[in-house]
């Protein structure tokens, strides 16, 4: 029998810097040659992202020491920001370091090379920025992002072309523009097999790109201009999330025409789409960035396509059958970037027992294994918790998606007549999702006895359009219900303390937190992190991808100020009661610390007992190690608090005014 203690008591050894330091996943996989390489975080290095190759028969290794930063602040989300090719006998990498935007030309196994600047400053605005780029030739053709002016919103997007032999890095009209700015978004180009084609996607305001974007096609001349440019697919109501070109010549795109992301065939001449895939299942998502990939064409003819409900997992599509084969393993959820070389594909994939790390497919032999970024377990797995994903009953009976993540530990009990507190998490976004996989962030509670609830509310991805469409001009009230509504149930079914709830969210699942908490008394706490607080000011001031994302969220902008009254957790301050911690980065651009600040004024005054953490040097996402250690135990420390836990080994949250101590 294992000795008992109270919830929330019960020692662990994954503590925040743990699960601070193996925070983040690879991104952005790609192959060079027969090398497969890809992007890693590395949270104790200033938060910077590497570049890492992995040789076919050596160790992986990174490419660019500290401080080389590769990431892209394109739509401020960034998008892939390398490519590679071999070229003279070795690699030529093309990137984009964060630091200053530039893109660097590298040739890493040169003797004494260093990085290049191919591209130029600008002090206008937020500069120049560069992303989603393909080599060609004696050029490398990728999305150029340019401020006009100081505002956000003083900003073009076009298709261009840098020389690689670094004319344009003092000489801005060196840099050839491939099209004109009418489309205010655009991804990159993606280059037919024999150059004489290019495909790529617009989108315009007030349209995110999960409502409705267009393909362009046009025709490449041999001098590099782009002729005959054209939309074959697409349309304000049809979201196409990718592109791709197949090693036939053929064109392939992912639609949700049916009401699903599927992957289509599509005739250029025409733009008839043919379904290679007809299910009611995602093959695509949101594209936050440009460069990411649900499908990637292998040279044999299959494609291998990301796919699935809620979560998505790598399978081989025969485009001439419909005949689908998923890949063997533990993994139960891929992110949106595949690379191909020969018979193999390349993926980043994860599971509720392993973080995630870069798999090989072999399509030949149906083998796949670990290749990069292993998923490493400092501590015993035993302390891992297990998700249940489940469907709960919301208001109309609608069915609501979530992934519940009971108190876990290897040598802990609870007493028997005590039920766990639980914190709902509301995921960011809000256009997206949330898998069930192993995440230390939510180890760090459960194996301290405290129970987390991931909830995929109405409005996120993964379900089909229709589900995603429920939030239109209902946030703050469909995500808000649904949480509820989930949080009621774990409550009523006797899973939950219905004394002890709490609700935390980040980014769009802040203002979720905060709605939540000015909306019910069902949450005895919350946990706010860089939020939406006040829907008209978001409007104004954040960046321009976002900068009309309210009206398909609340609505038209003259109904904008009633919204804004009747949903708004500032507006509603009044009404919120529970204690909370407000965690913000001081250079977040997305949701700037201005939202933060006017909740705080509206607040003052009132004997609400909370916190405000502010970090230098944070945007929208923590980066650092050190910051994600204090918000961590920041967070721990207030349930500690407020659910009366019993525990001293957690620095204390002065909470401002001290909150009243729970009934025993």
């Not at 990939?293 to 001439?320: E, K, Q, Y």
Request: aromatic share 8%; with cysteine; net charge negative.
């Amino acid at each position: 029998m294992l000795p008992a203690g109270p919830y929330g008591s019960w020692p662990s050894p994954i503590d925040a810097a743990l699960a601070a330091a193996v925070d983040g996943r690879p991104e952005y996989l790609g192959t060079v040659g027969d090398e497969v390489w890809w992007t890693e975080p590395r949270p104790a290095e200033g938060g910077r992202r590497t570049l890492v190759r992995r040789p076919a028969g050596g160790p992986e290794r990174s490419v660019l020491p500290a401080p080389w930063n590769v990431r892209s602040r394109v739509v401020e989300y960034g998008g892939r920001p390398w490519t590679g090719a071999l070229r003279d006998g070795g690699p030529l990498v093309v990137f984009v370091h964060h630091t200053d935007q530039r893109m660097y030309a590298y040739r890493p196994d040169a003797a004494g090379a260093a990085p290049v600047p191919l591209t130029p400053l600008s002090g206008v605005g937020g500069g120049l920025r560069w992303a989603d780029p393909v080599l060609r030739g004696d050029e490398v053709w990728c999305v150029l992002e340019e401020f006009t002016g100081p505002a956000p919103t003083d900003v073009r997007r076009v298709l261009a072309a840098v020389p690689l032999d670094g004319s344009a890095a003092g000489d801005r009209d060196r840099v050839r523009e491939l099209t004109d700015d009418r489309h205010r978004f655009t991804t990159g180009p993606r280059l037919s097999p024999d150059g004489r084609r290019a495909a790529w996607l617009v989108w315009d305001h007030p349209r995110m790109p999960w409502d409705g974007t267009e393909l362009k096609l046009a025709d490449v001349t041999e001098d590099g201009t782009l002729t005959a440019v054209r939309t074959v697919l697409g349309g304000p109501g049809e979201a196409v999330a990718q592109t791709e070109w197949a090693a036939d010549g053929t064109l392939l795109a992912v639609s949700d025409r049916s009401g699903w992301w599927n992957p289509y065939l599509v005739d250029p001449a025409t733009g008839a789409a043919t379904n290679l895939c007809p299910r009611e299942e995602e093959f695509g998502g949101p594209l936050w960035k440009t460069g990411l990939t649900w499908l990637a064409p292998l040279p044999a003819g299959p494609v291998a396509v990301l796919h699935g409900l809620g979560s998505s997992v790598l399978g081989t599509l025969d485009p001439g059958t419909g005949d689908l084969v998923d890949a063997a393993g533990p993994w139960t959820a891929w992110q949106p970037t595949l690379a191909v070389h020969g018979s193999r594909v390349y993926g980043v994939a994860a599971s509720p027992r392993s973080g995630y790390e870069v798999v090989e497919l072999d399509t030949a032999t149906g083998r796949t294994r670990v290749v990069g970024a292993a998923s490493r377990h400092p501590v015993d797995p035993a302390y891992y918790p297990e998700p249940q994903s489940r469907t709960f009953l919301g208001p109309d009976d609608r069915e609501i998606h979530a992934h519940v993540y009971p108190p876990h530990h290897p040598a802990r009990s609870a007493p028997a007549d005590e039920l766990p507190p639980y914190v709902v998490w509301a995921h960011g976004g809000p256009t997206d999702h949330v898998p069930p996989v192993l995440d230390l962030h939510i180890a760090y509670f459960t194996s301290r006895g405290i129970g987390v609830v991931e909830v995929n509310y109405g409005g996120s991805t993964g379900y089909g359009r229709a589900y995603r469409e429920r939030l239109r001009e209902q946030w703050g009230v469909v995500d808000v219900e649904d949480c509820a509504a989930v949080a009621r149930a774990l409550a009523a079914e006797g899973t939950a303390d219905p004394e002890r709830l709490a609700i935390r969210g980040g980014s769009a699942g802040g203002w979720t937190a905060a709605a939540s908490l000015a909306s019910t008394d069902l949450y005895a706490c919350g946990t706010i992190i860089y939020p939406v607080l006040e829907l008209r000011g978001f409007a104004a001031e954040t960046h321009d991808l976002e900068s009309r994302y309210i009206e398909g969220l609340a609505g038209p902008a003259e109904t904008l100020a009633v919204r804004c009254r009747e949903r708004s957790p500032v507006a509603r301050a009044d009404r919120i009661t529970a204690p909370f911690l407000l965690l913000q980065g001081l250079a977040d651009v997305v949701c700037p610390p201005a939202q933060a600040e006017r909740l705080l004024t509206a607040l003052r005054g009132r004997p609400v007992p909370h916190a405000y953490l502010a970090f230098e040097g944070e945007g929208h996402g923590f980066r650092r190690a050190d910051t994600m250690v204090r918000a961590l135990e920041a967070e721990l420390s207030l349930y500690v608090q407020v659910f009366g836990l019993d525990r001293t080994d957690v620095p204390h949250l002065p909470l401002i005014p001290p909150p009243a101590k729970p009934s025993p």
